[in-house]
Structure formats: structure tokens, C-alpha cells
């Protein structure tokens, strides 16, 4: 991959720093970090012809960062250093995702963009999210959808749509605890323990986190009524949110089955209840992955009769498409009250038992 990089050397004795310039034609450091090439991974020779062609963008959660992705990042950067270059985005962190999933969608969209624009050498294109990340990364990559010309649309039953994104081919769309259908029903939020009286109250103090909060708890509404989450699992003249996330060879949902005190099973998982599976069947599925005990492969089902219902329509809509459901659970484990971090590995020290979770997404993401 033809880049110049300028390294910087501490000088740890006298405290001084120098500069080198690095020849062209060299990948220093596998994991790009906004504009810059991340720091701390090995430096990787390439050729102009054989450098990674794989693009993953990594999204960060609400009060996050990009620094919240770095274990995942390196990780995968590590497995496939000849295959694929990581992006953490940056355009939304700490209080800039206050702004509304609509607003931080858009600059993700742009971000990516300019990463694209400045790396020619990409064909192919991922998303890796956290939590509202994964909210934030559906209306981008619905920005950044182009239909196939070539082509006729493809139905439901497909898998990997017509379209592309970004211009790139579309390979894998996976989020980690991810609140797909909002915090506003009973029990979304596990943290208020089902009572329908903290739920009231969230509803309506939805407005200190901003448009963001709004949107969460589907407080906002359009000219027609409907709140930005209702509206993000149908196709409309002016953006594709359906066959944008259809465009995608694989759709993963990681969501944890205990513990997870910030988003609701339902919602990580996109389920109706009496879909979630018994939790006293669980057990691990391997001891590769001890803290992944369910795996459930789902394909897409038309809609028969529009539900009014807001639940009930946001699932049929992304029910439309095939998911691959992985149910986590640290019931048994000291980081468990932390589940909604553990299960991305958020901070190295305080949630590394997810680690098996990131070996389980890294092991499937190239298949």
C-alpha cells in the first residue's frame, strides 16, 4: 500500500524526540485511526498490488470513543494483517453522541468517505459497533448505499443485495449489544429493574441526553408521527435503510442473555418474547467460547399485515432480513454487573473476559 508515514522516537534518557521518514510502499500499522495509521501494532511490509483490500470500520458507543475499540481492533489486525485495515471512527465521541443517531450517522458516513477516498486500494467494506454504535452505523451505511445499476432489486430471500457501499462490496454488519428497537418499553432498559414508573420517568428525561436520548426512547417524531428508529426499517425515496443492511453478505447481532444493565435482550437480540430463547438450556458452545451459549440463524420473512404496534413494526421490518443471533452470558463470571462492556472488551483490565466473544466475531468475519 503506497503511503508515507512520519515516525516519531522518544528518546528515553534525554527526553528528546526525533523524526524519520519511512519509505513509501509501507502499511505502518495495519489499524487506521481517523486520518493517521493507529500506533502500537508491528510494523508491516507490502506491496503496492498485495495490501489489504478489506476495510473495517469500528463504531463506538454513547459517551465512547475510538480508544473503547482498541482491543477488538488490534485483535483483528493481528489474525489478518495481509487481508484488511481497521478504522475506529472518531467523528463521534463523548458528548458529540448527544447529537442524534441521524446527525452522528451522517458523520460516520463522511468519515468513511474520506477514509475511502484516501485508500483506493479498499473493495471490500465491514462495520463493527458497540452498543448505540450499532444505530449509528445503520443510518450510515444507508447514506452511503448505491443501488446497482446492472441489476434488478433483490427480494428478501437474498442474501447480499444488489447494492453496494461506499462503492465497496458489502461483507459483514455486525453490532454488540446494540439497542435495535430503542429503550422504551418494559424492561429495554434492565438497569430500572421493569418498573414501569422509572421507565416513565426515562421517557421523559430522554431529553438531557440530547436528540440521541429522544430517538432511544422514541420520544421524536416526523412530520408524520413517527419516531427516527420506526422509520429506519423501511426503504423510502430518499434512503434505503432495508436494502442497505440487505447489500451485506453476513448480519450479526451480539447480545448478552444476563447482566447487561444498559439494553434489553430483546432489543440486542431482535426478538418478540416469546422468541428469547430458556435461559436454563444455556451452557457454552465450545470451550473456545465459553461465554457464547446460544447460536440461532434466522432467514428473512416477508410482511404479511403491517403491525401499528412500534415494537412490533420495528421488528418486522429487520425481521425481513436473515440475522445470525450470538447469545452471550458471564453469569458466572466476576465481570458480569459489566456485561455491557465485557462483551466488546471496552477496557482491557475491567472486561477482558469478552475476549472469547471478539475471538468468536474475528474467527467468523473472513468465512
Known sequence: ?????????????????????LPKLVCFHPVVDGPRFDRGVPEIEYGEETGPTHLVVMVNGIIGRAGDLRFAAKKLVKRFPNDIIVHRSRC??????????????????????????????????????????GLVARYAVAKLYHKNQS???????EEGGTGRIAGLEAMNFVTFATPHLGSKWHRQVPLLCGSLYLEKVLSRSSRLLGNTGKHLCLTDKDENGK??????????????????????????????????????????SIRRQNEIPERKDFKPISDRY??????????????SEESNDMEEAMIQGLSTLSWERVDVSFLRSIQRFNAHNTILVKTRYLSWHGSDVIKHMIDHLMK
Open 92 to 133: 463521534n465521541s463523548n458528548t458529540k453522541t448527544f447529537h442524534g443517531v441521524d446527525v452522528m450517522g451522517t458523520r460516520l458516513a463522511n468519515e468513511v468517505q474520506s477514509v475511502i477516498k484516501d485508500h483506493t486500494e479498499f473493495t471490500k467494506i465491514s462495520f463493527v459497533a458497540h452498543s448505540l454504535g
Open 290 to 303: 465459553p461465554h457464547i451459549v446460544n447460536l440461532d440463524i434466522s432467514e428473512g420473512v416477508p410482511i
Open 151 to 157: 441489476t434488478e432489486t433483490a427480494t428478501s430471500k
Open 227 to 268: 419516531p427516527l428508529l420506526c422509520r429506519m426499517v423501511k426503504d423510502s425515496e430518499d434512503i434505503k435503510f432495508i436494502s442497505s443492511l440487505r447489500a451485506f453478505k453476513r448480519r450479526v447481532v451480539y447480545s448478552n442473555a444476563h447482566f447487561d444493565l444498559i439494553v434489553g435482550w430483546k432489543s440486542s
Open 1 to 21: 500500500m503506497a503511503t508515507e508515514v512520519v515516525e516519531v522516537v522518544r528518546n528515553k534518557k534525554k527526553g528528546t524526540r526525533r523524526k524519520g521518514s
